[in-house]
């Protein structure tokens, strides 16, 4: 009897602390719901990084931050160098154009468009962009080109090359409908004897011609010698009449402000990690499952229209030690802690499609945790003001083909044959619930990828807003790095328009170039010890990064990506050197025309605005001396907890490394 009392005692004891301890809480949450403050992504971006002061007291290390002095000299300059007459105002003939793509297709579509305007002296109606017309429900308030671009700006910035109106005339708008022009679709990179031979005898006879523009380009890269100034009118139509529309601009000069509020610099990084590349490239093997299988799917596509002349099934990590394939983010995340990168360096992730999602930039985000995009760094009001006022679309939701009825199972079975039956093929791999839930679940049910859905459609139209936002921030960051860019498609890539309008507009700014074949020989080496490499392979690293961002980087990029795609690399027509001390090489590609070291002289005043910044080169090399220092004692520490890890792991090392 006297265990049993016990007992009663202490359960009611408990149960007295269980109210005591219910009662607290409740009234904690009472009391404390007022107070709630909202999650603000910048706050915590800014209390992230310690030791924060104001932006004047950050002292940044040129190591890491500071520009590029060998190529200080170059300065933009697109403007005409000879007798370039005005554009007949009379003019009455015209091209209209239509332009299927993403982002970059369009924008280097646009410049090719205004340079075939003016070599067949035809007034260009302004380009229809599919991207947007084909989605339903795209706000009123926009027409295709003013969906992303400002349209009174790019006809007034052209008003001295290129005569622009926004329509057709009336009386022959009617003759369109009827389809009573000619119509050419240009292969990618078509001369300009293709036009003048070609187009512009249609022209003369009918007065209106279109264009279908698929791939990207319309006009070869490299023109010749004698078409210089028609290269210099690509810069200014890609560099200066295509802005964006203010909305656009305003909401990515404010992400800028965010981003630099803190007060430290930040790397901009596009992995370039799309569907269509990989499947151009045969790198499906870089994913798993599922992943792979929609990247097989797309090759296979490419195969059946002829866009790709290989065989469906390649080996991926073959294609990867050969560049061809993209570096992954973990991959770039050890890139920059080799090239000492502080883990709380700021990383803004540009590109509206990374295929493989948020999973793949898991190792990234544990490198560098201050890793931000758009959506963390701007509201959901301020996105959707972007896109403006849409009518309600019903939700993509997968419905997988209809299970056959018990009766049908049962008729099947009578109806398969003699027995006895072979044995059933062994059973695929399982397909897992998330497998059926997103936009890829087709893959499961069906051989066969659906058409797309209008709300498909719109996001589609959706990513030529966020690539636009991410272009700007790109185009602004004290560093920006590649993941994948000059791939030799022949496409126009994000990446590509980037490091060009950098090169053009700060030849000197930080802009990585990295050769994937060398950096896949390189994690090769110490593919077993990632995260804890030798101090030879860091150099090493360091030696290639560095090489990427001078001279040397600058010139491999322009033997691979000029034949391709002119505004990745404007040099020598778009841009003059101010006279320095060292005299560049002049480096010729394979048709000899030059392709670096061989711009003009800048204007005088070009030349006083730059002996005004050159006071402070002294205090500079003074703070360079430091960097060096305080990068020395980097290196010293990263051996000492490279061999520290080795031993705490009890492997073999050699203390002669």
């Given at each position: 009897?006297?265990?049993?009392?016990?007992?009663?005692?202490?359960?009611?004891?408990?149960?007295?602390?269980?109210?005591?301890?219910?009662?607290?809480?409740?009234?904690?949450?009472?009391?404390?719901?007022?107070?709630?403050?909202?999650?603000?992504?910048?706050?915590?971006?800014?209390?992230?990084?310690?030791?924060?002061?104001?932006?004047?007291?950050?002292?940044?290390?040129?190591?890491?931050?500071?520009?590029?002095?060998?190529?200080?000299?170059?300065?933009?300059?697109?403007?005409?160098?000879?007798?370039?007459?005005?554009?007949?105002?009379?003019?009455?003939?015209?091209?209209?154009?239509?332009?299927?793509?993403?982002?970059?297709?369009?924008?280097?579509?646009?410049?090719?468009?205004?340079?075939?305007?003016?070599?067949?002296?035809?007034?260009?109606?302004?380009?229809?962009?599919?991207?947007?017309?084909?989605?339903?429900?795209?706000?009123?308030?926009?027409?295709?080109?003013?969906?992303?671009?400002?349209?009174?700006?790019?006809?007034?910035?052209?008003?001295?090359?290129?005569?622009?109106?926004?329509?057709?005339?009336?009386?022959?708008?009617?003759?369109?409908?009827?389809?009573?022009?000619?119509?050419?679709?240009?292969?990618?990179?078509?001369?300009?004897?293709?036009?003048?031979?070609?187009?512009?005898?249609?022209?003369?006879?009918?007065?209106?011609?279109?264009?279908?523009?698929?791939?990207?380009?319309?006009?070869?890269?490299?023109?010749?010698?004698?078409?210089?100034?028609?290269?210099?009118?690509?810069?200014?139509?890609?560099?200066?009449?295509?802005?964006?529309?203010?909305?656009?601009?305003?909401?990515?000069?404010?992400?800028?402000?965010?981003?630099?509020?803190?007060?430290?610099?930040?790397?901009?990084?596009?992995?370039?990690?799309?569907?269509?590349?990989?499947?151009?490239?045969?790198?499906?093997?870089?994913?798993?499952?599922?992943?792979?299988?929609?990247?097989?799917?797309?090759?296979?596509?490419?195969?059946?229209?002829?866009?790709?002349?290989?065989?469906?099934?390649?080996?991926?990590?073959?294609?990867?030690?050969?560049?061809?394939?993209?570096?992954?983010?973990?991959?770039?995340?050890?890139?920059?802690?080799?090239?000492?990168?502080?883990?709380?360096?700021?990383?803004?992730?540009?590109?509206?499609?990374?295929?493989?999602?948020?999973?793949?930039?898991?190792?990234?985000?544990?490198?560098?945790?201050?890793?931000v995009d758009r959506t963390t760094l701007c509201s959901k009001t301020e996105l959707f003001d972007l896109v403006g006022p849409e009518a309600p679309l019903p939700a993509d939701i997968f419905r997988p083909p209809l299970q056959n009825s018990e009766q049908q199972v049962i008729d099947e079975w009578k109806?398969?044959?003699?027995?006895?039956?072979?044995?059933?093929?062994?059973?695929?791999?399982?397909?897992?619930?998330?497998?059926?839930?997103?936009?890829?679940?087709?893959?499961?049910?069906?051989?066969?990828?659906?058409?797309?859905?209008?709300?498909?459609?719109?996001?589609?139209?959706?990513?030529?807003?966020?690539?636009?936002?991410?272009?700007?921030?790109?185009?602004?960051?004290?560093?920006?790095?590649?993941?994948?860019?000059?791939?030799?498609?022949?496409?126009?890539?994000?990446?590509?328009?980037?490091?060009?309008?950098?090169?053009?507009?700060?030849?000197?700014?930080?802009?990585?170039?990295?050769?994937?074949?060398?950096?896949?020989?390189?994690?090769?080496?110490?593919?077993?010890?990632?995260?804890?490499?030798?101090?030879?392979?860091?150099?090493?690293?360091?030696?290639?990064?560095?090489?990427?961002?001078?001279?040397?980087?600058?010139?491999?990029?322009?033997?691979?990506?000029?034949?391709?795609?002119?505004?990745?690399?404007?040099?020598?027509?778009?841009?003059?050197?101010?006279?320095?001390?060292?005299?560049?090489?002049?480096?010729?590609?394979?048709?000899?025309?030059?392709?670096?070291?061989?711009?003009?002289?800048?204007?005088?005043?070009?030349?006083?605005?730059?002996?005004?910044?050159?006071t402070d080169v002294d205090k500079e090399l003074a703070e360079d001396y430091d960097d060096a220092v305080e990068q020395l004692e980097s290196d010293v520490t990263d051996v000492t907890s490279s061999l520290t890890s080795l031993i705490d792991h009890d492997e073999e090392w050699d203390p002669n490394d």
């Open positions: 009897m006297a265990v049993n009392s016990k007992l009663k005692w202490v359960a009611l004891f408990v149960l007295a602390l269980s109210l005591v301890s219910l009662v607290a809480h409740l009234s904690m949450t009472k009391f404390s719901s007022v107070n709630l403050a909202q999650y603000n992504a910048n706050e915590a971006l800014i209390h992230a990084i310690p030791n924060i002061g104001s932006p004047l007291e950050v002292k940044r290390n040129k190591r890491l931050w500071g520009e590029l002095r060998s190529l200080e000299s170059l300065q933009p300059y697109a403007n005409p160098r000879s007798s370039y007459p005005a554009p007949d105002e009379n003019s009455d003939s015209f091209i209209y154009a239509k332009i299927f793509g993403g982002f970059e297709k369009i924008r280097s579509s646009i410049s090719d468009l205004v340079t075939i305007s003016r070599l067949l002296n035809a007034t260009l109606v302004i380009p229809e962009i599919q991207q947007s017309t084909r989605s339903k429900g795209i706000s009123y308030k926009f027409k295709s080109f003013t969906y992303i671009y400002d349209e009174e700006e790019f006809i007034l910035s052209l008003k001295n090359d290129v005569n622009i109106v926004k329509t057709l005339p009336e009386h022959l708008k009617h003759a369109r409908k009827r389809r009573k022009f000619p119509i050419f679709k240009p292969r990618n990179s078509a001369s300009p004897n293709f036009y003048v031979k070609e187009v512009l005898s249609k022209l003369k006879k009918d007065k209106v011609v279109g264009l279908i523009i698929t791939d990207g380009g319309c006009l070869q890269s490299i023109l010749p010698p004698s078409m210089s100034e028609f290269q210099r009118l690509r810069c200014r139509v890609g560099f200066h009449a295509l802005q964006f529309r203010p909305e656009i601009q305003i909401l990515g000069l404010r992400i800028l402000e965010r981003l630099r509020a803190s007060g430290q610099p930040f790397i901009a990084y596009h992995p370039g990690l799309v569907r269509d590349t990989l499947a151009y490239h045969g790198c499906a093997e870089l994913y798993q499952d599922v992943h792979t299988e929609l990247i097989q799917y797309r090759r296979a596509q490419l195969i059946k229209q002829g866009i790709i002349n290989d065989e469906l099934r390649v080996e991926s990590h073959m294609r990867r030690e050969n560049g061809s394939c993209p570096l992954m983010p973990e991959e770039v995340g050890l890139l920059l802690r080799a090239m000492a990168y502080p883990s709380q360096t700021i990383i803004y992730l540009a590109g509206s499609e990374t295929f493989g999602g948020q999973r793949l930039l898991i190792p990234l985000r544990a490198l560098f945790p201050n890793l109806k398969a044959g003699p027995r006895p039956r072979p044995l059933p093929p062994p059973p695929d791999r399982p397909i897992y619930q998330h497998e059926k839930e997103g936009w890829y679940a087709w893959i499961t049910e069906t051989d066969k990828e659906p058409d797309p859905s209008p709300m498909d459609l719109r996001k589609q139209a959706h990513r030529l807003i966020w690539d636009a936002l991410d272009y700007i921030v790109s185009v602004e960051a004290d560093a920006f790095v590649p993941g994948f860019s000059n791939d030799g498609s022949g496409w126009p890539d994000f990446s590509g328009l980037v490091i060009g309008q950098r090169l053009y507009e700060r030849a000197s700014s930080r802009t990585y170039r990295p050769d994937r074949k060398k950096i896949a020989a390189l994690f090769n080496i110490t593919r077993d010890d990632m995260y804890h490499p030798k101090r030879n392979w860091t150099l090493s690293v360091k030696e290639h990064l560095n090489r990427s961002l001078s001279e040397d980087g600058l010139i491999r990029q322009s033997l691979l990506s000029k034949p391709k795609y002119f505004l990745s690399h404007p040099l020598p027509e778009c841009s003059c050197r101010i006279p320095s001390v060292e005299i560049p090489k002049q480096i010729k590609g394979k048709d000899g025309r030059i392709l670096y070291g061989g711009e003009e002289e800048c204007p005088k005043w070009m030349h006083s605005a730059r002996a005004r910044g050159a």
